[in-house]
């Protein structure tokens, strides 16, 4: 048997694009497959790894504001000190209401911040670059409930995307003086005096090394004392030397006067770190089942971790591996979609028209997966997590909204007959004027990322058929019903 961590043989087709498409970002059109088939494997995975060579889109400068949680002035607080001391009822009224006037303020930029995120996940010509940060925000997750301040969010969203395919080690060193991390973990906390391990306990745990993978607590408690007086002001980092411990630690067996860097890199140097790195973006992009990987995967996995050493932790050499390999090739319908993984690849796959970007943001929130909010610093379980019987039955009314533009909450169509028109998918599939079996083969080949039953093939096509295939509403209805499907769940 052919190793399945070696470059997949098999034709590159269409069929494979669009799996390649829908892991490396988030779908394609038909057109856009079968143009990726056209140039190869090799060159199609290049042009989606190596997306800075693609034009992409720019922030504005101002784009969200900085001053909505600004420090106080001098005189601001001493305003505050004169009104505590005095007890001037109405200047601490004051004080209250320009709290919650910026409290209000800065609800609303987190609001215009995951809009903003989501319409770029919907828009980019860097689909991998997008998924990317998403992964990464989930991993070094950090939510706004406990940050509590917008901009900060908004800076380290800009860091993770700076990173997204570039260098896990320098990542992580930007993540030790990331504000918002720093905040979510209580950095200010972390004194020589008396050392607050949640930063150094969820560096090992969770973003380099994994759960129980070769540390103890007194290395945890070694690596506080490493990463005090780390800390921010405003929004930008800053080191407290008063508050640093420049004695000796020992970690890992390695003692030294250790700062936070020296402490990264020691773990950094650990094999466990690339095998805990690989296995996470193995079940982000290949097969998230609860027994993933198994023995094919885990070779793919030590095969990933072993570039990862060698390259120093450069990430694209490993993403263009386990893009190529066998492994990936056949692991089709092996993730579960994400909600924002279904809102965003049906809307691309099938050019849907999106006149409300909240109304996606909140259907994801609905449907457990809230932008800038991840439920604890383990991020996003994924996988079977994402579907119950709750959920499912939002993701079916996110797709209806999808495609006919109504909404739960109305008792009318949004759209109507101006909303989705399916015939430019059925030409652009070949089958606008086919039978009724051949376009339902033509639908499910696109819209499933595996092959559906017989049964159900011929469901699919006698509804299409009761519809009339000429008219709208059978595409239409087809589409939904496919939408419908458990199989539709998967990626």
Same mark, same amino acid.
């Given at each position: ?44 995975? $290049?042009?989606?790894?190596?997306? $800075? ?21 001098? $005189? ?53 670059e997008e998924k990317l940060t998403l992964f990464w925000h989930s991993h070094f997750a950090t939510g706004y409930r406990t940050v509590q ?166 990430? /694209? ?37 999106v006149d409300d970007v909240m109304a996606l943001v909140q259907a994801c929130d609905l449907m457990g997966q809230q932008l800038l909010q ?17 959920t499912y039955f939002v993701r079916q009314n996110a797709l209806v909204y999808l495609l006919t533009g109504q909404r739960p909450d109305r ?12 015939? /430019? ?67």
């Amino acid at each position: 048997m052919a190793d399945p961590s070696q470059p997949c043989t098999s034709p590159f087709d269409a069929a494979a694009a669009a799996h390649l498409l829908s892991r490396a970002g988030f779908g394609g059109t038909p057109q856009q497959c079968r143009a990726l088939a056209a140039m190869g494997r090799k060159r199609a995975i $290049e042009l989606l790894v190596d997306f $800075e060579s693609v034009e992409g889109e720019s922030t504005p400068e101002g784009l969200f504001r900085s001053d909505i949680r600004r420090p106080a002035t001098a $005189e601001e607080r001493r305003f505050v000190e004169d009104a505590r001391r005095s007890q001037d009822e109405a200047a601490l009224e004051r004080i209250q209401q320009e709290r919650n006037r910026r409290d209000s303020e800065d609800r609303a930029q987190l609001t215009e911040l995951r809009r903003w995120w989501m319409r770029r996940m919907v828009e980019s010509p860097r689909p991998l670059e997008e998924k990317l940060t998403l992964f990464w925000h989930s991993h070094f997750a950090t939510g706004y409930r406990t940050v509590q301040d917008s901009y900060l969010l908004f800076l380290q969203n800009g860091l993770l995307r700076r990173h997204a395919a570039g260098n896990f080690a320098d990542l992580v060193f930007a993540i030790l003086r990331d504000p918002a991390m720093l905040s979510y973990l209580d950095a200010n906390e972390n004194r020589r005096q008396s050392p607050n391990e949640n930063l150094a306990r969820e560096l090992m745990e969770l973003f380099v090394l994994g759960e129980g993978h070769g540390y103890t607590e007194g290395d945890i408690k070694e690596g506080a004392r490493a990463l005090t007086g780390y800390t921010f002001s405003d929004d930008e980092f800053a080191f407290d030397e008063g508050n640093h411990d420049w004695g000796e630690k020992t970690i890992l067996g390695r003692t030294g006067e250790w700062d936070g860097d020296g402490f990264a890199r020691i773990i950094l140097s650990r094999p466990e770190c690339s095998e805990y790195l690989a296995t996470k973006l193995y079940r982000y992009f290949v097969d998230d089942a609860p027994n993933s990987p198994d023995a094919d995967g885990m070779r793919l996995v030590q095969a990933m971790a072993q570039t990862m050493r060698d390259g120093q932790y450069s990430l /694209p050499p490993v993403l263009r591996q386990m893009f190529a390999s066998d492994d990936f090739d056949r692991r089709r319908g092996c993730v579960v979609k994400s909600p924002v993984q279904l809102m965003v690849q049906s809307i691309r796959t099938m050019e849907l028209p999106v006149d409300d970007v909240m109304a996606l943001v909140q259907a994801c929130d609905l449907m457990g997966q809230q932008l800038l909010q991840p439920p604890n610093v383990k991020g996003w379980a994924g996988g079977r997590s994402w579907i119950n019987t709750s959920t499912y039955f939002v993701r079916q009314n996110a797709l209806v909204y999808l495609l006919t533009g109504q909404r739960p909450d109305r008792d009318s169509f949004g759209g109507a007959d101006g909303w989705w028109d399916p015939q /430019p998918l059925l030409a652009d599939l070949g089958v606008a004027d086919a039978s009724s079996a051949a376009t339902a083969d033509a639908l499910a080949a696109t819209l499933l990322a595996i092959n559906m039953s017989p049964t159900r093939r011929d469901e699919m096509a006698a509804l299409i058929e009761s519809h009339g295939l000429n008219r709208r509403g059978g595409a239409m209805a087809a589409v939904q019903w496919i939408s419908a499907l458990p199989e539709f769940q998967l990626t």
